[in-house]
């Protein structure tokens, strides 16, 4: 039999480390294998099981964009096993990686509609997947907003894009930190994300919100977009839970009847109203 | 960690010698995770610190592994220079491949293969290392010195004149110690209470100085400048503000016949009493296991004759407490008594003596005013032996060492006999005659030479009486071990010098460690010989080991500096090798479940109670905090943690578990 | 399917020649006070007077811990080592309840959903299962209320059915049983006539899945989780003794440069099973654990996999060290 | 029975407690019962078939809530309540211990001073059970020993019943979840069966109080219980308390004292 092994990884090369933020890390990720290099395809807001061999698996969203060829991106915090075993690897080292898993951020439903993205610390990562996907596409969207806040300066992952972003004339960049996280020289605003959301969203009118943060930052922010007009199917976010295989099977990831591993890990505001909400 | 560089020094050939540094470097720098590995002769030189600085820069190293000597030895200067070079100290690691490798193997292809090992398990440990800030804490510049002998006295004068307070506390009715006690010292034949009385008096006056007599330590707690020390103030019976130290309660108490502790128990004091004329202070205390009204319920004659009303009889013992920020150790010794050689009569014969009775003898303060008299009938004696090395050197009476004073004072003594006894004869049987020390050989010579004290080269077998007399019956080594029975009126036994009663409880209430004699052990033996092991506790005089007056003096003030350069700081900085607990974000906060057995089993007392609470400060856990300046590192804590809540940042669990795989993987 | 009659004697000839045939065979073994499969060589060793062993036979195709594959690890560059199914040796479960049997099609389902599982299928395909329908039963047993029966033959490659004399209706349901047969076909006699229903055990449905099913999904915020669950210490001993639990870790074993992947037993009522790095844990009260276990048994899986996630053997309320029984509880729920 | 239940209802009613924990007749054998108002006390039964350990339910936070409450304990019980108010995991305030004494009298206990003083009228014996495998396994060599247990961790599947039934498995995070290091292998095999058995009976080492709920709960039958029970039994002696009288302060890995010898360390 020639079944494939679903919890054999992919080979891959660590080829570019980016120190984004105080234990966070964004790798570059090459196929070993070129064929396998050229079957492998994903959309953006699909995930995968990311190994460091000697620690184990690790679930991270894919958070380079799709239009990107021949490499995969992944950001993560050294907080745990796992992720202690990929902060000390270095270019050149190998990492195991399986996926793409999960569902996909509707972007082609989205042509012709204004962007506007929304995300708090760590979970950028996520969104500058769909992110980058929009802005390579740029002529399929209308305005793009990018709403991003971490608790301090400090804590500001992928600052390089950031001001990329906040440079380019078709962008509307807004950058936040938390009340106190502030420095001397920060020109950004200062306030938790749902605050900074009221005054500078975009028009509810013909907008997709895509939100993503920590559970706190999303409990938050989805009143807030409901007060400027937004209706349950014009907000997207993509959901964590804990998950070993990442393919359904482990028992671990399902909220209600939906597994986050195989309905998600997008869900529309609209899809999550029928899943019970303390299980995420 | 990742980019890991490995430097192996030959120490000139003490490593090399024996082990393959080359394949060592070679073999480490395959290693995953090994980015650059060199040997060379001596990595702490100058040029050795450049190789491991440049390197840092070069490879962008973020941990370094030297395999040299021990830590204790090089890591400060290792961690050190590669602090200079940007590399946080504390991710730079020794591996011990002197004393752990070459000094202990033969040259061979596996001693070899165990430095690899050695390395191998730091590089491993250097992998999970994480930057560590050094820790700072506050000095209280008040010292302890515990112990009023000669040691403490100089201890304490010295630490006051710098300008720091310091608190004297003495087990005694007075200060004083051995010195007080003896005639003249060697080997200028000075009179010892005359130099030492005026030092005496220096400390009760120094404002600096607070004194507590009759006074012991309850117990120590804290950590290097930040120590709380408890002490007991014995109860004294007499109210010292206001007795005025005329002494007729003395003349008056009618228990007379208590053996005399300062006259070593050749005469008598009082139930209330000044143990010797020059007491500091000199104002009595009653004794109340001997007291009359302590033991009977009736008597208090000291009471009516005390014209001021300073006695206290319900005066109870009264516990203090005393901030410090370092502790003296000033104890001293005692020495055997003649009850510890069956073969002199087990101290039944009444004289037979020891060195510090004669001294008592001899002293114009003792029992005979300074005649040398027989305590048996008080007759001169015209004959007396000294016997040296009296349970000194004596495997057989588990004490090996040499108490140094003995040779000395043996000599003084037989000098002063032939001084004060004309037509005596003196005898000293001797092992050696150790007679090290500035004018010490010639004072020796002149009591042999000038003096003519006859010294005899070998060992006492058996002193026994006979009609009245003490026979003395030893050989003669330089008479080809002829055997020798000489008649003696007295003999005087050079006991041995041991550590003072209680030394081994008080080093365990101040976590010092001591020697098998339970002498207190000094930090190294040749580079440290003042500090204790634990930090900020010092040691002066004989309570290290036996010493004379000049070396107790000098090591004195050597501790008193150290104390005066401790107190030179505001604040102290400290190795951040203490255990953590963990702290998580909420909901979990942390894995404590505050069970607190590591509070029952931390030696240290550093184990605190943490009330995690909520927004509302509604109570949600209470869990365990280690103290960071009570915390010495241990691990007792880390072992006892059944859900491994605490670690010791450097040496976490993960950190030890890897260096123990690396072995385990081969 | 054919139906045949094996006598006792015969039935003991052809134990010999499936034993002889080189197969592992695994059957119920009596010892230390409890039955178990376990790797047997003898028909005297395979236990007679029970109602059910402790464990099921699930680890026969998903064993407790398991290599998903090897790697070694070499400078930064590794080698992997796929999971060679051939390292499989054939394999026969002899004296399988049907509750047993029947066990296999929601574990595959499980193992197959979407991706197939190869390790999984290449256990099931060199596994052949002899069950033995049941003449006895006990309090814990509703197979009859989850669509099983004590004469179920899902799952099984033949079924026995024993009868007074000690021989047995068989039942050859699958190729992989006419292999078996086909080892010593002589002992398979032309069937008799006997009815089997005649001798199993009588065991009444005590609910409907169908009600259940329906109150569950609207259940998910109802009381009855916390009320159920109050008692329940959070042990996996349910999920372990289950045939047809499927909650996995994924873990990693290490020496050195040479690591395994290995895929091991979890359990949903486990307290970390679903905590999250960050602390938030979906599932941190044992009440919101007791409703997964039950609803993914009772309403997740027939609603997404068509199947249910329960065979009604009882084993998990034997098993529970504070009576937590399966059946009082899914019976009060159809009930409410 | 009825005194109980009378007691039981009146303190629910009065709103003296918020929950009883106590026993009520199960499917095989009597099992927890929690009860929250006066109608469930009906229910209650206390009698020598409850041996339920219900000191594993004292600490759950999420159960017992943060209003006063009441247990309903046997003798096993209260020896492991006693145990977990030495370990800072109980509070007089928040705790009323209900026992039925050897006279079928109802007593009550407000402070754990009463429940020491109660405990120690009973002496810690071994039951049939305990001394059959017990003298069993003490007549072995140790090699004997060894294979005996390690047969029996064979059987383990790491299901941790063992350690959920156990009220002093207490911690939020077990050492066999502990991953940096992973101490133990999470994995059943035989080995990483017994380093888990090992850690968690020198986990017990001076707490353990004998209640035999680990061997009790094993689903596979390893009568787990006897190693911290023999242990118990050792420790006592050596380290001068009564077995299932827990030590006043610390425990016998973790308290020294000025005095203890240490001969061996010199």
Redesign the interface.
């Known amino acids: 039999?020639s079944?494939?092994?679903?919890?054999?990884?992919y080979?891959m090369t660590i080829d570019k480390v980016i120190k984004e933020a105080p234990g966070v890390k964004t790798y570059r990720l090459k196929f070993q294998d070129e064929s396998e290099a050229a079957a492998f395809d994903f959309q953006a807001g699909q995930f995968g099981e990311y190994?460091a061999?000697?620690?184990?698996?690790s679930t991270f969203c894919i958070a380079s964009s799709p239009t990107r060829k021949g490499y995969i991106e992944c950001t993560f915090r050294d907080?745990?096993?796992v992720?202690?075993g990929m902060a000390?690897?270095?270019e050149?080292?190998?990492m195991?990686f399986r996926g793409p898993y999960g569902n996909v951020f509707p972007l082609d439903e989205w042509k012709g509609k204004n962007l506007v993205f929304i995300a708090g610390g760590i979970a950028l990562p996520p969104m500058r997947c769909v992110i980058w996907n929009a802005l390579d596409l740029r002529e399929n969207f209308k305005d793009i907003t990018i709403i991003y806040g971490a608790k301090s300066v400090n804590d500001l992952v992928y600052k390089e894009e950031l001001k990329e972003w906040a440079d380019r004339p078709d962008v509307r960049m807004v950058t936040t930190v938390d009340p106190g996280g502030q420095t001397a020289d920060w020109t950004g605003e200062v306030g938790f994300v749902p605050t900074i959301v009221e005054t500078v969203a975009p028009s509810a009118e013909n907008t997709i919100a895509i939100v993503c943060g920590?559970?706190i930052m999303i409990k938050f922010t989805f009143p807030v977009l409901e007060k400027l007009g937004f209706t349950d199917s014009q907000v997207y976010t993509t959901l964590?839970?804990?998950m070993?295989?990442g393919?359904?099977?482990?028992?671990?990831?399902?909220?209600?009847?939906l597994y986050i591993c195989?309905d998600g890990p997008v869900f529309s505001k609209a899809e999550l109203n029928f899943i019970?909400a303390?299980?995420? | 960690m990742s980019k890991i560089g490995v430097f192996i020094c030959h120490c000139g050939e003490n490593i090399s010698a024996t082990v393959d540094v080359e394949r060592v470097a070679r073999e480490i720098g395959g290693m995953e995770g090994v980015a650059h590995a060199i040997d060379y002769k001596y990595m702490c030189s100058d040029p050795g610190q450049t190789f491991i600085k440049e390197a840092v820069k070069k490879y962008g190293l973020d941990g370094v592994v030297v395999g040299a000597c021990s830590p204790r030895m090089h890591e400060p200067t290792f961690r050190r220079a590669c602090a200079e070079a940007g590399l946080n100290p504390y991710l730079c690691e020794m591996a011990n491949l002197r004393e752990h490798c070459s000094w202990v193997h033969e040259k061979s292809e596996e001693t070899t293969e165990k430095a690899i090992d050695l390395v191998k398990m730091l590089v491993e440990k250097v992998k999970k290392d994480k930057p560590l800030e050094s820790i700072k804490v506050p000095v209280t510049k008040r010292a302890l010195v515990i112990g009023g002998g000669i040691a403490g006295i100089q201890a304490s004068l010295d630490i006051a004149n710098t300008g720091h307070k310091v608190i004297l506390i003495e087990r005694d009715p007075s200060i004083g110690g051995h010195m007080s006690q003896l005639s003249e010292t060697f080997p200028t034949l000075d009179c010892s209470q005359c130099i030492l009385t005026p030092r005496m008096v220096e400390v009760a006056q120094h404002p600096n100085i607070k004194l507590y007599t009759y006074a012991e330590l309850e117990s120590l707690e804290g950590f290097i400048g930040n120590f709380k020390a408890r002490i007991r103030l014995k109860a004294k019976s007499v109210n010292y503000s206001t007795c005025t130290g005329c002494g007729a309660c003395i003349q008056k108490c009618p228990v007379k016949k208590i053996p005399s502790e300062f006259n070593a128990g050749l005469g008598t004091r009082t139930a209330i009493y000044v143990p010797f004329p020059q007491a500091v202070p000199n104002k009595p205390v009653i004794d109340r296991v001997n007291c009359n009204y302590y033991k009977r319920g009736a008597c208090k004659i000291c009471e009516k004759t005390c014209q001021v009303g300073s006695i206290e009889w319900d005066k109870e013992d009264e516990i203090i407490t005393e901030e410090v920020g370092a502790v003296v150790l000033a104890t001293g010794f005692d020495v055997k008594g003649t009850d510890f050689f069956p073969e002199y009569g087990y101290g039944k014969y009444k004289d037979v003596l020891t060195g510090l009775q004669f001294e008592r003898l001899a002293s114009a303060s003792g029992p005979t005013f300074g005649e040398i008299r027989r305590p048996s009938d008080g007759t001169i004696p015209k004959k007396i032996v000294f016997i040296a090395c009296a349970g000194s050197r004596d495997p057989a009476k588990g004490i090996p060492y040499c108490s140094k004073i003995c040779c000395m004072y043996t000599a003084k003594h037989a000098m002063l006999y032939q001084h004060k006894v004309h037509g005596g004869e003196s005898t000293v049987f001797y092992m050696d005659i150790r007679a090290g020390g500035k004018n010490y050989e010639e004072f020796v010579r002149r009591a042999i030479e000038e003096d003519t004290v006859n010294y005899v080269r070998g060992r006492v077998a058996r002193v026994y009486e006979k009609d009245g007399k003490l026979i003395v019956k030893g050989v003669d080594t330089l008479l080809g071990g002829q055997q020798v029975e000489i008649e003696a009126d007295m003999v005087v036994l050079a006991t041995a010098g041991v550590a003072n009663c209680g030394s081994e409880q008080l080093a365990q209430k101040l976590h010092v460690s001591y020697d098998p004699y339970h002498f207190f052990a000094e930090a190294h033996p040749k580079l440290k010989p003042v500090e204790t092991n634990t930090a900020g506790i010092f040691l002066a005089g004989a309570c290290q080991a036996p010493k004379d007056i000049p070396e107790t003096v000098g090591m004195a003030s050597g501790a008193a500096v150290k104390v005066a350069a401790l107190f030179s700081n505001d604040e102290l900085v400290r190795e951040p090798i203490v255990a953590v607990v963990n702290r998580l974000a909420p909901p979990l906060y942390s894995t404590c479940v505050g069970c607190f057995m590591c509070e029952t089993a931390c030696p240290y007392n550093a184990i605190e109670h943490e009330e995690i609470k909520g927004r509302d400060g509604s109570l949600i856990r209470t869990i365990a905090r280690v103290n960071e300046g009570l915390c010495q590192g241990c691990g007792t804590c880390v072992a006892f943690c059944r859900s491994k809540s605490i670690d010791i940042q450097g040496y976490t669990n993960e950190q030890v578990y890897a260096e123990v795989m690396s072995l385990l993987n081969d | 399917m054919e139906t045949k009659y094996i006598s006792q004697g015969g039935m003991a000839q052809w134990f010999e020649s499936i034993i002889a045939s080189g197969k592992r065979v695994y059957a119920p073994v009596n010892s230390r006070g409890q039955v178990d499969f376990k790797l047997v060589k003898n028909l005297s060793e395979v236990a007679d007077d029970y109602i059910q062993t402790t464990q099921s036979i699930k680890a026969s195709v998903y064993p407790k811990a398991e290599v998903l594959f090897t790697y070694e690890k070499d400078h930064g560059k590794v080698n992997l080592s796929d999971f060679d199914p051939e390292t499989i040796p054939e394999t026969v479960l002899w004296k399988v309840h049907p509750c047993d049997a029947a066990g296999f099609k929601p574990l595959s389902a499980i193992f197959n959903w979407d991706s197939a599982d190869k390790l999984h299928n290449a256990h099931l395909v060199k596994t052949s299962v002899i069950s033995f329908s049941c003449a006895k039963a006990d309090q814990s047993c509703f197979c009859t209320s989850v669509n099983g029966s004590p004469g179920n033959t899902a799952g099984s490659d033949i079924q026995l059915t024993v009868l007074p004399d000690g021989g047995a209706i068989a039942e050859i349901l699958t190729p992989k049983g006419e292999a078996l047969v086909a080892l010593l076909p002589p002992v398979f006699e032309a069937e008799r006539g006997d009815k089997k229903e005649q001798y199993l055990v009588d065991l009444p449905a005590r609910f409907s899945l169908e009600e259940v099913n329906a109150k569950l999904n609207k259940a998910f915020n109802s009381t009855v989780w916390k009320e159920q669950s109050e008692r329940c210490i959070g042990c996996g001993a349910c999920a372990f003794v289950c045939p047809t639990c499927a909650c996995f870790d994924i873990q990693e074993d290490v020496h050195g440069s040479k690591g395994r992947r290995i895929r091991c037993w979890d359990a949903c009522g486990f307290a970390l099973f679903t905590l999250h790095t960050s602390g938030h844990n979906p599932r941190e009260h044992q009440s919101q654990r007791w409703r997964q276990r039950i609803l993914h048994k009772f309403s997740y899986m027939p609603d997404r996999l068509s199947v249910v996630g329960c065979t009604g053997c009882g084993r998990c309320s034997r098993a529970c060290p504070v009576d937590m029984n399966i059946l009082e509880h899914i019976t009060s729920i159809a009930k409410q | 029975m009825k005194k109980l239940r009378d007691r039981v209802a009146a303190l629910l009613d009065e709103g003296a407690v918020s929950l009883v924990i106590g026993y009520e007749e199960g499917t095989k054998r009597p099992r927890p019962l929690f009860c929250r108002n006066s109608e469930s006390s009906g229910k209650l039964i206390f009698d020598s078939r409850c041996f339920h350990n219900l000191a594993v339910y004292v600490t759950k936070k999420e159960l017992v809530g943060k209003e006063r409450f009441a247990v309903t304990a046997p003798i096993s019980t209260l020896r492991s309540i006693l145990q977990l108010y030495v370990e800072n995991q109980l509070s007089e305030e928040k705790l009323l211990v209900l026992t039925v004494d050897l006279n079928g009298e109802l007593r009550e206990f407000v402070t754990f001073e009463e429940i020491s003083a109660y405990v120690a009228q009973f002496e810690m014996k071994r039951g049939e059970r305990e001394q059959e495998i017990l003298s069993k396994i003490e007549g072995m060599t140790r090699e004997e020993r060894w294979k005996f247990w390690m047969g029996e961790m064979s059987h383990c599947f790491k299901c941790y019943a063992c350690r959920s039934a156990c009220p002093l498995c207490y911690c939020t995070k077990c050492v066999v979840e502990v991953n940096r290091p992973q101490w133990i292998n999470p994995w059943p095999s035989p080995i990483s069966n017994m380093e888990w058995h090992v850690n968690r009976a020198m986990h017990m080492v001076g707490r353990c109080t004998a209640c035999g709920a680990c061997g009790d709960a094993c689903p596979v039958g390893i009568p787990i219980d006897l190693i911290t029970r023999k242990m118990m039994e050792d420790l006592a002696p050596e380290f001068g308390y009564i077995p299932g009288q827990p030590a006043k302060q610390g425990n016998a890995l973790s308290s020294w004292k000025l005095d203890d010898r240490e001969q061996f360390i010199r």
């Not at chain 1, 079944?3 to 990884?9: D, V």
């Not at chain 1, 393919?247 to 009847?257: A, D, E, L, P, Q």
């Open positions: 039999m079944e494939k092994n679903t919890y054999l990884p080979l190994s061999f000697g620690e184990g698996e907080t745990g096993r992720t202690s000390s690897l270095e050149g080292s190998t195991g920590p559970p964590e839970n804990r070993k295989c393919v359904g099977k482990c028992g671990r990831c399902n909220v209600g009847k195989k019970p303390e299980e995420y």
